[in-house]
């Protein structure tokens, strides 16, 4: 291995007899210097040791080593600024921690790992990522023309970069060659690069916890399109308060199919396959004027897009009316989901219950319409990854756009980057024979990034990598490493306000308990944090079993065949697999 490593370990021999070191010992340039690796040992990453920094970072509630190190792609002449956070000798618990960002960002944030007595890190990406910038700011050198290095640096590469470097460097930082349990945790694109990284850099990590990925990007993102295509193709512009009527009456009808009336649709599955949203037609809705977006949407977003970041004011006249046939029509649309013109599927939607968030309508204050209100989230996606142009924050309009328009967005924005942002890669043969755990979690009524969605792709993984077991034999082999838990209620990457629902809080606990103690969980602990059960500890359902409840205390994981069928999708609109 490097030369620097060898000093360090004699140097650590001598001192591990006297005491455990603090963190003025470590926390020096000369230290920190010494244990860079020299160019030539990790390929592909030259480290500038006269860019580096060190300094010590102490406060009542946190204490660690605060390192910069810079490196360049030999050849390439760029530079990349990585800030690595050393937890104190006496914290430090062999562990490094990656933490995932979100839309169009990676984490700016190196100290996520302190409190797991982790080494953390965060990096530039070569364009300014630690800062704020986001890709979406800088892909693009001019009009039509894609800059590369920040879509692939962002997509899975940087992060990669800065895992190896940093578990390079921390060996010699502390003076110890213990074995490294390396995590990842991250939602929404987050998670997405949480998937980046066990697809592309498998051997790298030991435990990584993924929520709502917003992966299959060129779907994803052209997806949030879809439901105002679909108002654009029925005629008709509902306004917010109707929908959320819509919502608010599935919420209702479906929330005892579970087994339970507890304001939470723990089976949108059942919902899916026992109630017809028709039967809402007719009922009043009230709400009053508002100047704002909220509504009581919960947005939770933090996706992709600038839409939801709350800087918009916008003005709502009081809605009072009865749910339209037009109004179901629109929902009913959304929730099948996107087909071509000749009825063939192309992708999968978000599930019965979920808020329709894509869906929300603007009012126009001249013609006191509602009208079209096309998300940036999709239309940015469009008029920047799709059309590269480098001035637009959003389409125009969805003039002539068809649902046939918006299969071939997805197309050619899949083939345009399927070895980048796409981040389906079903085989993890590297991440799982090395021993790597994945625990993946989505709330079951997200409204941005679909649930089916992961829930397709762990079919895909299933399928790809144990193609010749049966059924209960693959997933008694996948369940070893990698598990997914659907969580009843919850939004994107947050609670949900219409379902008062519990979430998962101690991901990181679960998965230390897996990777270092051999603790296999079955079930995920979730907290609801309001309503009539707040404080309850649900441990919930590992998929594909799914909860009903008994007596109103307690649930069995059960499995029916019907119910998962409604999860299993296959996409015929486009000709090449997709995963
Ligand atoms: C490694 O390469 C980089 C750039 O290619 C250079 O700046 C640096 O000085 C080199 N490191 C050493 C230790 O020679
Ligand atoms: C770490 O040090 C760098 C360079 O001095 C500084 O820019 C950065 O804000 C520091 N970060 C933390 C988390 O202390
Ligand atoms: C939907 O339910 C929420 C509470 O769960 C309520 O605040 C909101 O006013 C309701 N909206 C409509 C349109 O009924
Ligand atoms: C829902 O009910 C309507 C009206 O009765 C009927 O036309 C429609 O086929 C039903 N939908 C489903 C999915 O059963
Ligand atoms: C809504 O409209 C109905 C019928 O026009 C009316 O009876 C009711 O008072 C209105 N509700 C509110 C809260 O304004
Ligand atoms: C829209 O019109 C209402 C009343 O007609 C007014 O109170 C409000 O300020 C207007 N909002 C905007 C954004 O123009
Ligand atoms: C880029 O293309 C857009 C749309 O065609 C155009 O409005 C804009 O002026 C162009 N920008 C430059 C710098 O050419
Ligand atoms: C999960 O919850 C159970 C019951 O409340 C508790 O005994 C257990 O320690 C929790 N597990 C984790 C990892 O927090
Ligand atoms: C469950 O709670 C509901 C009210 O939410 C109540 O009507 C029902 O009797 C309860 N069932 C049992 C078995 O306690």
Same mark, same amino acid.
């Given at each position: &291995?490097?030369?620097?490593?060898?000093?360090?370990?004699?140097?650590?021999?001598?001192?591990?007899?006297?005491?455990?070191?603090?963190?003025?010992?470590?926390?020096?340039?000369?230290?920190?210097?010494?244990?860079?690796?020299?160019?030539?040992?990790?390929?592909?990453?030259?480290?500038? #040791?006269?860019?580096?920094?060190?300094?010590?970072?102490?406060?009542?509630?946190?204490?660690?080593?605060?390192?910069?190190?810079?490196? +360049?792609?030999?050849?390439?002449?760029?530079?990349? $600024?990585?800030?690595?956070?050393?937890?104190?000798?006496?914290?430090?618990?062999?562990?490094?921690?990656?933490? *995932?960002?979100?839309?169009?960002?990676?984490?700016? $944030?190196?100290?996520?790992? %302190?409190?797991?007595?982790?080494?953390?890190?965060?990096?530039?990406?070569?364009?300014?990522?630690?800062?704020?910038?986001?890709?979406?700011?800088?892909?693009?050198?001019?009009?039509?023309?894609?800059?590369?290095?920040?879509?692939? =640096?962002?997509?899975?590469?940087?992060?990669?970069? =800065?895992?190896?470097?940093?578990?390079?460097?921390? #060996?010699?930082?502390?003076?110890?060659?213990?074995?490294?349990?390396?995590?990842?945790?991250?939602?929404?694109?987050?998670?997405?690069?949480? =998937?980046?990284?066990?697809?592309?850099?498998?051997?790298?990590?030991?435990?990584?916890? +993924?929520?709502?990925?917003?992966?299959?990007?060129?779907?994803?993102?052209?997806?949030?399109?879809?439901?105002?295509?679909?108002?654009?193709?029925?005629?008709?512009?509902?306004?917010?308060?109707?929908?959320?009527? %819509?919502?608010?009456?599935?919420?209702?009808?479906?929330?005892?199919?579970?087994? /339970?009336?507890?304001?939470? %649709?723990?089976?949108?599955?059942?919902?899916?396959?026992?109630?017809?949203?028709?039967? %809402?037609?007719?009922?009043?809705?009230?709400?009053?004027?508002?100047?704002?977006?909220?509504?009581?949407?919960?947005?939770?977003?933090?996706?992709?897009?600038?839409?939801?970041?709350?800087?918009?004011?916008?003005? !709502?006249?009081?809605?009072?009316?009865?749910?339209?046939?037009?109004?179901?029509?629109?929902? !009913?649309?959304?929730?099948?989901?996107?087909?071509?013109?000749?009825?063939?599927?192309?992708?999968?939607?978000? !599930?019965?219950?979920?808020?329709?968030?894509?869906?929300?309508?603007?009012?126009?204050?001249?013609?006191? !319409?509602?009208?079209?209100?096309?998300?940036? $989230?999709?239309?940015?996606?469009?008029?920047?990854?799709?059309?590269?142009?480098?001035?637009?924050?959003?389409?125009?309009?969805?003039?002539?756009?068809?649902?046939?328009?918006?299969?071939?967005? &997805?197309?050619?924005? &899949?083939?345009?980057? =399927?070895?980048?942002?796409?981040?389906?890669?079903?085989?993890?043969?590297?991440?799982?024979?090395?021993?790597?755990?994945?625990?993946?979690?989505?709330?079951?009524?997200?409204?941005?990034?679909?649930?089916?969605?992961?829930?397709?792709?762990?079919?895909?993984?299933? *399928?790809?990598?144990?193609?010749?077991?049966?059924?209960?034999?693959?997933?008694?082999?996948?369940?070893?490493?990698?598990?997914?838990?659907?969580? #009843?209620?919850?939004?994107?990457?947050?609670?949900?306000?219409?379902? #008062?629902?519990?979430?998962?809080?101690?991901?990181?606990?679960? &998965?230390?308990?897996?990777?270092?103690?051999?603790?296999?969980?079955? /079930?995920?602990?979730?907290?609801?944090?309001?309503?009539?059960?707040? *404080?309850?500890?649900?441990?919930?359902?590992?998929?594909?079993?799914?909860?009903?409840?008994?007596?109103?205390?307690?649930?069995?994981?059960?499995?029916?065949?019907?119910?998962?069928?409604?999860?299993?999708?296959?996409?015929?609109?486009?000709?090449?697999?997709?995963?």
């Amino acid at each position: &291995m490097r030369p620097s490593l060898a000093v360090a370990l004699a140097t650590s021999a001598g001192a591990a007899a006297v005491s455990v070191k603090s963190l003025d010992d470590v926390c020096t340039l000369a230290n920190v210097k010494a244990a860079l690796p020299s160019n030539g040992t990790l390929l592909g990453i030259n480290v500038i #040791p006269s860019a580096t920094t060190v300094n010590a970072v102490s406060s009542d509630s946190t204490t660690y080593c605060n390192v910069t190190v810079a490196y +360049t792609h030999p050849g390439k002449g760029d530079t990349v $600024t990585i800030e690595y956070a050393f937890p104190e000798p006496s914290a430090y618990k062999n562990r490094f921690y990656v933490a *995932g960002g979100f839309g169009y960002s990676l984490s700016t $944030t190196s100290t996520g790992g %302190i409190s797991y007595g982790a080494v953390g890190g965060a990096t530039s990406a070569g364009y300014g990522a630690l800062d704020g910038v986001t890709v979406d700011e800088v892909f693009l050198a001019g009009n039509g023309s894609i800059d590369w290095d920040p879509i692939y =640096m962002f997509a899975y590469q940087a992060l990669g970069e =800065m895992t190896v470097l940093g578990k390079n460097i921390t #060996p010699g930082f502390y003076g110890s060659d213990s074995k490294i349990y390396t995590y990842y945790e991250g939602c929404s694109d987050g998670g997405r690069q949480g =998937m980046s990284q066990i697809q592309r850099w498998g051997k790298e990590y030991d435990g990584v916890i +993924t929520g709502a990925p917003a992966f299959r990007y060129g779907q994803q993102q052209v997806n949030h399109l879809f439901s105002a295509e679909v108002e654009q193709e029925l005629d008709y512009y509902p306004p917010p308060c109707e929908l959320e009527k %819509i919502v608010n009456a599935t919420i209702a009808a479906c929330d005892p199919l579970d087994g /339970r009336t507890d304001g939470v %649709i723990s089976r949108s599955d059942l919902c899916e396959l026992n109630f017809n949203l028709t039967s %809402i037609i007719g009922e009043p809705y009230y709400c009053a004027a508002e100047v704002s977006t909220s509504l009581g949407f919960n947005f939770g977003k933090r996706s992709i897009g600038k839409r939801d970041d709350g800087s918009s004011t916008t003005y !709502q006249p009081a809605q009072n009316g009865t749910v339209s046939a037009k109004g179901v029509a629109v929902a !009913q649309a959304i929730i099948d989901g996107l087909h071509n013109s000749k009825g063939e599927r192309a992708y999968l939607s978000y !599930q019965i219950g979920a808020s329709y968030t894509d869906a929300e309508t603007e009012y126009n204050n001249d013609t006191k !319409q509602w009208e079209m209100d096309i998300p940036s $989230t999709g239309g940015e996606f469009v008029a920047k990854f799709i059309e590269l142009n480098a001035d637009a924050d959003n389409l125009d309009t969805l003039d002539g756009v068809t649902y046939d328009t918006l299969v071939s967005w &997805m197309n050619q924005a &899949m083939f345009r980057y =399927m070895d980048s942002l796409q981040t389906t890669l079903p085989d993890l043969t590297d991440f799982q024979s090395h021993g790597g755990k994945l625990l993946h979690y989505h709330g079951e009524s997200d409204p941005s990034v679909p649930t089916a969605s992961s829930i397709h792709y762990w079919q895909s993984v299933r *399928g790809i990598m144990y193609p010749d077991l049966t059924s209960k034999e693959s997933l008694t082999k996948l369940r070893d490493w990698y598990q997914l838990y659907l969580v #009843p209620g919850a939004a994107h990457c947050a609670t949900n306000s219409l379902q #008062p629902g519990p979430y998962p809080e101690d991901n990181m606990e679960t &998965m230390i308990d897996w990777v270092e103690n051999g603790i296999t969980p079955t /079930r995920l602990n979730a907290t609801v944090s309001a309503g009539e059960y707040e *404080g309850e500890v649900q441990r919930l359902c590992q998929w594909p079993s799914r909860p009903l409840w008994h007596n109103n205390a307690t649930f069995d994981c059960v499995f029916d065949k019907a119910s998962y069928d409604t999860w299993t999708y296959e996409f015929p609109a486009f000709k090449v697999p997709v995963y």
